[in-house]
């Protein structure tokens, strides 16, 4: 009946329903037009978009050129580079080191300028790309190869960009060892080496073929080339890397081969042996001294995480009175006054892009880079061992979060996708969160108890971008918060299981014993972030604000001297002025300007304050030095280059001697006056390991990180335009609710939500190391 009268009313009506329907098709054809053309060349203009009233698809757009991979997507580049490399290609899974494998497809971010036309100029959306890494083993001169690969979603070319990337060939000796090598190292090991110390592995350890867990250490050697790695033996319990027996194993795995794979030396206990035949010769002579290490239970024991008493009803809880005042759409995030893009790298991990207040973007790209641990010990692994996160996957290693203890029980919980050593991509559910938080201390606030009383403040609620990366033994909770006043932190906090080596000897200098047989291992973190500011725009220059007292005479009264404070005001127009060592005395405020003033004649710009109780860098004479060169500076501004978009490599701990990307070469005194510029901002702590932290580190002082602070950006703080601003006088009733927000809550925050059933995917697709 109603297509009779629709088809009736068509016809007595065609003149006017021709145009009608002739536009409606015109609309429907362009949008899902610029929907399949997503990334290539030839996309649509946000323009034309904005010119069939379509502004707020476009705004949604703008996120998108920032957003991770899909899981389609990887898919489609993996199945296009599995038909067009025109070589044998084998499932990760099965791979032994002489195989060519597909190691990793991530998002290739691209170039800026071709983003901000995009973004501020109405131009064409950048090309959507991959960056895959392939490893080639079966072919007569292996390496590492990077490739393009676009456009997406259905792409059609592969462009390998190593030469013009790094300047040279990767070398296959800097892969990164993949899950089955390591599974091979530990059936070598099992069947092949430990075998030849029978009576020793039997009355020493009880050894049965399955209670060891190992650790390896890195990086391989002493020279490029080598691949020569200690692994160190744990009990087989929970929380295994507190539980040393005191057995390491240097094998070179230098050959392709996995049959010409050998023991290039043994430790146990204090002692050095040529190789497993060595080890039991000399403990049948009597020759070796026995440490007998206690049975652990299979929980650990002393390292369990149960609970050790009933637990007594739930602490406080987290909740918006009436829902979350932020929204979340693809990956673009808005609240209050704030709007930013995410994603995160499988490589370097969580980043934001576009940051911006009231419209106006202040940080095009705010991204983690890497996180290394550089340890001390007698023993030959933990004393040689400097850990660069980078090669494990700050990015792969997000994994599901916890409801209620890793964020609140109602934050918004996100999944990522990850293709590493994999055959498909891999989801990491709820492995990312965002929720308001009210800190629960006054971001400002003032008392009056004048002639005229009166109250004002703030409540600090600010909201989190978190994640967390279990990266072996250690967590790293990574925040960032935007704050109501205009600024932005950057919090990390450190927890997990301590490195440890077996307590023999004297060897309280390199830590602390925390077990009857385990050392708790001095070492350093330190963390890195690239911040690329766009203050006011994409031209800043680098200032400083310091203080310095002059003795001058008192105006009223001569004859007295007067030490006053006055300012110091410098502009840090090279690279190298701009470039601070770990430990150098720095101006107390440093900020990027803009080439605008606000009301009150002042450049407007935004600080750099950090948080940080970092180590001494190694010395810079040591030849690994400049694998981690970044470690160097506490802060260096350089001038921003397409060319220098990392300040680091996932393949700088497998080959630190020759470092792929060498940060130190990024400083080389060119003018930042006027520049795109980019702060490559360090923070970290020096952990000398107590028995507290036993069975975890807890985060409470491994708190680390920085601000990015308003200075003279605007006229006055705008946090005074919160709508959670509260003021009343003595004269008004502060317990009205036309007078004070905080007398309603009896009625806007009188009902608990809902809170939806408890859920946990993190036991899926986990990565065995």
């Given amino acids: 009946m109603f297509y009779k009268l629709a088809m009736a009313w068509l016809k007595k009506n065609l003149k006017l329903a021709y145009p009608l329907l002739i536009t409606c098709a015109a609309i429907i054809f362009i949008i899902v037009w610029a929907f399949q053309t997503r990334g290539r060349k030839s996309m649509v203009c946000e323009s034309h978009l904005q010119g069939l009233g379509l502004q707020e698809m476009a705004k949604d757009m703008h996120s998108l050129v920032f957003d991770d991979l899909s899981s389609a997507e990887m898919i489609q580049v993996n199945r296009y580079l599995q038909q067009n490399l025109a070589v044998p290609l084998v499932d990760p899974s099965q791979a032994k080191p002489d195989d060519s494998i597909i190691y990793s497809i991530t998002l290739q971010l691209p170039p800026k300028a071709e983003v901000l036309e995009f973004l501020d100029h109405k131009g064409r959306r950048p090309v959507r790309q991959a960056l895959a890494t392939v490893y080639f083993g079966n072919q007569e001169d292996p390496n590492i190869t990077e490739f393009l690969v676009g456009p997406l ?37 099992k069947n092949k080496e430990y075998p030849k110390a029978p009576n020793f592995m039997h009355k020493v350890f009880d050894y049965n073929g399955s209670n060891f867990l190992y650790t390896y250490e890195f990086p391989p050697g002493f020279q490029s080339g080598d691949r020569l790695i200690w692994f160190n033996n744990f009990q087989n319990v929970s929380g295994f890397y507190v539980h040393p027996v005191g057995l390491e194993v240097q094998l070179d795995l230098s050959s392709l081969d996995i049959s010409d794979w ?24 009597g020759c070796v001294k026995v440490a007998k290490v206690k049975k652990s239970p299979p929980d650990g024991g002393y390292t369990s995480l149960k609970q050790r008493v009933p637990p007594k009803g739930p602490g406080p809880l987290h909740y918006e009175p009436r829902g979350p005042r932020y929204s979340i759409k693809n990956n673009q995030v808005n609240f209050m006054s704030w709007s930013f893009a995410f994603g995160t790298d499988v490589f370097q991990g969580p980043r934001v892009f576009d940051i911006r207040f009231k419209g106006e973007r202040i940080v095009y790209e705010l991204s983690l880079q890497d996180a290394i641990a550089v340890y001390g010990s007698n023993s030959p692994g933990l004393m040689h061992n400097r850990y660069m996160d980078i090669s494990y996957g700050l990015g792969n290693n997000l994994h599901t979060l916890i409801q209620g203890v890793d964020c609140p029980y109602l934050a918004t919980y996100l999944d990522r996708h990850y293709f590493v050593d994999t055959s498909s991509p891999v989801t990491r559910e709820a492995s990312v969160c965002i929720f308001e938080q009210n800190t629960e201390v006054p971001i ?12 004002g403040g703030l409540a600090d609620s600010a909201l989190v971008f978190r994640s967390i990366s279990s990266v072996t033994n250690y967590d790293y909770i990574w925040d960032f918060i935007f704050h109501q006043n205009g600024a932005i932190g950057v919090r990390v906090q450190a927890s997990g299981y301590i490195q440890s080596s077996f307590f023999v000897g004297d060897v309280t200098e390199f830590g602390n014993r925390v077990q009857e047989w385990v050392l708790g291992t001095i070492h350093t973190h330190s963390v890195h972030f690239k911040v690329d500011m766009d203050v006011g725009g994409v031209k800043n220059t680098l200032m400083s604000n310091d203080m310095a007292f002059e003795t001058v005479e008192a105006p009223w009264s001569p004859k007295h001297k007067i030490n006053r404070m006055k300012m110091v005001r410098n502009v840090l127009d090279t690279e190298n002025k701009a470039a601070f060592r770990l430990h150098d005395d720095m101006p107390k405020h440093i900020y990027f300007a803009a080439n605008s003033t606000n009301k009150w004649g002042h450049k407007r710009g935004y600080r750099i304050q950090m948080v940080s109780f970092s180590g001494d860098h190694m010395p810079e004479t040591d030849p690994m030095e400049r694998a981690i060169s970044w470690e160097r500076y506490k802060l260096a501004v350089t001038k921003r280059k397409e060319k220098e978009p990392s300040s680091t490599s996932p393949y700088n701990m497998l080959d630190p001697w020759s470092p792929t990307v060498a940060f130190a070469d990024f400083i080389n005194n060119e003018s930042i006056v006027n520049e795109d510029l980019v702060a490559w901002i360090n923070t970290g702590f020096l952990h000398i390991p107590h028995a507290e932290d036993i069975p975890n580190t807890v985060t409470l002082g491994n708190v680390l990180g920085f601000f990015l602070r308003p200075y003279n950006f605007f006229d006055e703080d705008p946090s005074i335009y919160s709508p959670d601003s509260v003021f009343f006088t003595s004269e008004q009733d502060f317990t009205s609710c036309d007078v004070n927000q905080l007398a309603c809550l009896q009625k806007t925050a009188a009902c608990v939500p809902n809170f939806p059933t408890f859920t946990y995917s993190g036991f899926q697709n986990m990565t065995k190391l």
Avoid: C
């Fill in 262 to 285: 050998k023991v290039k030396k043994v430790y146990y206990n204090g002692q050095y042996f040529e190789d497993m035949e060595d080890l039991e010769r000399k403990f049948n002579e």
């Fill in 444 to 455: 400002r606030r003032h008392y009056e108890s004048g002639q005229a009383p009166f109250f």
């Fill in 153 to 189: 979603p259905n792409p059609t070319y592969h462009q390998d960009i190593t030469l013009e990337k790094y300047g040279g060939k990767l070398p296959y000796y800097r892969r990164f060892l993949i899950s089955n090598e390591v599974e091979e190292i530990h059936l070598f090991l």
